[in-house]
């Protein structure tokens, strides 16, 4: 018997099997780094979105501090567009004008206090994002005792 080889034209099923597991393992590592930054791309844009209401609450809490009774601690929470905020605040120093001598009559005068400084505690939370801000306010004036 005469037998003629017959020359193979194509893969053999172990080469399609491991050129298989090769591109199938690109394909998960380049979807994994996809998932990834499409992950860290919605954090940016929340966290971006709860850092715009801020400047609208500085405003807020500026005004509030200016009337707030300094024998409490002042203190407001709501929603501005889907995103919660919190916010207190309590005076931590208080002083007056330096005093200073009157020509007039010879004495020094003593100010009562105007200035008070606040320390300020935000927090903005957008869906599970949350931005805290701590920071000191100066107001001046005679708030409500």
Known sequence: MN???IKSR???LIEVLIASVILFGS???VSQAFRGSVESSIK????VQAAAIVPLLLSTIEYRLQTQSLNKVAFQEGVIDEAKFTW???V???DGPPARLSPEEGEV???DDKFYLWQVNLTVQLQDTENVYSYKQLTWG???D
């Open 27 to 29: 394909i998960s590592i």
């Open 3 to 5: 037998r003629k080889l």
């Open 109 to 111: 005068i003593v100010f």
């Open 88 to 90: 207190t605040a309590n």
């Open 10 to 12: 194509g893969f053999t």
């Open 92 to 94: 931590i120093q208080k």
């Open 142 to 144: 005679n708030p409500l």
């Open 44 to 47: 940016a844009k929340r966290s």
